[in-house]
């Protein structure tokens, strides 16, 4: 099992910038891909981006492309979400979560362990 702690968020303007961070605890974290999920109120949770075990692989939802960053430094046991030209349809509760898989995955029930999440609130 390992526990996943976010932290990072808080209040922006539109069109800045924040740089989420995940702290994994346990040695293993280097054997899993790791995900951004986020749930705006009153809406489903959504995939957000994910990032092999190497950071090799990296996949992202076409409403972040181009705009977020997601990286990982095994040595830290730490994978982060950079965020840039933010938008307030970006606002929401953000989540990390840890897979199993070999493969990048963007589905939910690929991951087994997630985090309790940091609001990003970006005003307009």
């Known amino acids: 099992q390992v526990q996943l702690v976010e932290s990072g968020g808080g209040l922006v303007q539109a069109g800045g910038s924040l740089r989420l961070s995940c702290a994994a605890s346990?040695?293993?974290?280097?054997?899993?891909?790791m995900g951004w999920f986020r749930q705006a109120p009153g809406k489903d949770r959504e995939f957000v981006a994910a990032?092999?075990?190497?950071?090799?692989?990296?996949s992202y939802a076409d409403s972040v492309k181009g705009r977020f960053t997601i990286s990982r430094d095994n040595a830290k046991n730490t994978v982060y979400l950079q965020m840039s030209s933010l938008k307030p349809e970006d606002t929401a509760v953000y989540y990390c979560?840890?897979?199993?898989?070999?493969?990048?995955?963007?589905?939910?029930?690929?991951?087994?362990?997630w985090g309790q999440g940091t609001q990003v609130t970006v005003s307009s």
């Open positions: 979560a840890a897979s199993n898989t070999i493969a990048v995955v963007t589905t939910e029930w690929s991951y087994f362990s």
């Open positions: 346990g040695r293993t974290f280097s054997r899993y891909s």
């Open positions: 990032i092999n075990w190497s950071g090799g692989y990296t």
